[in-house]
């Protein structure tokens, strides 16, 4: 039998030894391009589970607040009550703008 210098398994039949740059590379980016949106979505959930319990929170504080007897006390939950609802929707619309960038 006579050897050639190369043998059947350094051989690739229909394939190159150098693999598709580009393909792979468009392969990459569609992956990462899924995956970016699969982020957003979950951080778009957990934003939403965030801004659902501060808002509540605020909620309780302004029924507390009602309750109360004391007007400088009902004033000051209020007015905190207010600040947790401004502050939640100013960080959350950020951060909502931030990932939709």
Do not use: C, F, W
Request: hydrophobic share 40%; glycine share 6%.
């Amino acid at each position: 039998m006579a050897q050639s210098g190369t043998t059947s398994a350094n051989k690739t039949e229909g394939s190159p030894l150098i693999p598709d740059i580009e393909a792979a590379t468009a392969r990459v980016r569609e992956s990462n391009k899924r995956l970016a949106q699969a982020s957003r979505k979950v951080s778009s959930a957990y934003l939403d589970g965030i801004e659902k319990y501060l808002l509540g929170l605020a909620e309780i504080e302004r029924k507390v607040a009602a309750q109360t007897q004391l007007q400088p006390v009902a004033q000051l939950i209020d007015a905190h009550a207010t600040l947790t609802e401004s502050l939640t929707k100013a960080s959350i619309g950020g951060v909502r703008q931030l990932i939709a960038a």
